[in-house]
């Protein structure tokens, strides 16, 4: 226990004194090394913290001078950047207007180019049509004629220009005498067999035809006025017959007398000639007709005019439809034009049945026929002028 208070006193005899009091010369030589010591690395750590300030404040001016250096480096770079997307505007506007330019020549050029091949293309016909020989000339006149004779057919409706043209065509290869146009010659002769087996309208005949018609327009009696058969019929005179020559007075010495015929036989005789005789004139009085359409017999004889006018203008129709080559038309005004001369026209009649019999064969005929094309001639044509 008492060891405890000894060593308290020796501590805190070896603590040292307070700063406020402590002077270097009350110090002790362990004291003095002691905080010797603690200066000493106080001083030293200073003089680290100075040292290591001076370098940090070097290395931040250091790169404060850098970043400066980069900025005016990075303004620099904008500057020249910007200088040159300006140049590259400019440059990229150069070149599109030169492209524009371009373009335009380049039309112009192929435009030229273009002329230039169709003179050439004309210029190369010209020098084959001169270097052609006389053969294949006629060849080609050959396939130009009978072109142009299917397009004169075509608008026509006749093979009348189309059989002239292969008619002509083989006259003038006969001519020539060329052992390698015979198969041209073979083909005209078939195509000409074929379109003249073929059966054609004759226009200008069925024209007059339709003329003839709407003249007889007006000798055709009508359902309304139509007058009465007539009756061919004997009858036996009102009076009695002549007497014999026998009983002639300067015969009589000739012939001997014949035995006179009862008075009652001579009366049956006149009374029958008179009966037969007023038979005959009531059965022209009366005539019994069939009639389909009753406003035909009703119609008007100032109504007669225009019914004969409007049949008239249905025949001009048709013959200008069958000029015009529409066929359809021409039989359906020709249907019009019948039913016409059916309802209001006396069928009985002589004139009225030739009228009928003329439009029945002229609606016969008007129908359209195709002509054939010369198909191997202008196809053997071909081949000849070919070579083949």
């Known amino acids: 226990m008492n060891d405890h208070p000894a060593a308290a006193v020796s501590a805190e005899s070896s603590l040292p004194p307070p700063a406020a009091d402590l002077h270097f ?4 030589p362990t004291h003095r090394t002691a905080l010797g010591f603690d200066v000493r690395w106080l001083y030293a750590l200073a003089a680290v913290l100075a040292v290591v300030a001076g370098v940090s404040l070097t290395l931040a001016w250091k790169t404060q001078q850098r970043v400066k250096a980069i900025e005016q480096e990075m303004v620099r770079r904008l500057d020249e ?5 300006n140049e590259a505007q400019l440059l990229s506007k150069q070149s599109q207007d030169s492209s524009l330019a371009t373009a335009a020549k380049v039309a112009l050029l ?30 080609v006149d050959i396939d130009a004629g009978i072109r142009v004779a299917m397009q004169q057919t075509a608008i026509t409706g006749s093979a009348e220009p189309l059989v002239a043209m292969l008619k002509q065509a083989d006259e003038r290869l006969l001519r020539s005498g060329q052992p390698r146009l015979e198969g041209v010659r073979r083909s005209i002769a078939r195509d000409l067999d074929r379109v003249k087996a073929v059966g054609l309208i004759d226009i200008p005949t069925l024209t007059i035809k339709l003329d003839e018609a709407t003249r007889m327009v007006d000798e055709l009696p009508l359902l309304s006025n139509a007058l009465p058969r007539s009756v061919v019929s004997k009858v ?24 006179s015929a009862p008075w009652w036989q001579t009366w049956n005789g006149s009374w029958s000639a008179v009966t037969e005789r007023m038979w005959s004139e009531a059965k022209s009085l009366i005539r019994v007709t069939r009639i389909d359409h009753p406003e035909a017999m009703l119609l008007a004889p100032e109504n007669a005019f225009f019914v004969r006018e409007n049949l008239k203008l249905r025949l001009l129709n048709a013959r200008l439809a069958l000029l015009s080559r529409q066929f359809e038309t021409t039989q359906s005004d020709l249907q019009l034009a019948q039913n016409a001369l059916d309802r209001y026209f006396d069928r009985s009649a002589r004139s009225t049945v030739l009228l009928s019999q003329l439009l029945n064969q002229v609606a016969a005929q008007s129908r359209e026929v195709n002509v054939p094309k010369p198909d191997d001639t202008l196809a053997a044509v071909a081949a000849a002028a070919a070579g083949r």
Request: charged content about 20%; glycine content about 4%.
């Open 25 to 28: 010369t009350d110090l002790t």
């Open 110 to 139: 192929e435009a030229r180019v273009a002329e230039v091949a169709i003179q050439r293309s004309q210029l190369e016909d010209l020098m084959q049509s001169l270097s052609r020989s006389r053969d294949e000339n006629m060849l």
């Open 81 to 85: 950047g910007r200088l040159q997307s």
């Open 236 to 259: 036996k005179p009102l009076v009695a017959p002549a007497p014999p020559a026998a009983s002639v007075p300067g015969n009589a010495a000739s012939a001997p007398s014949a035995p």
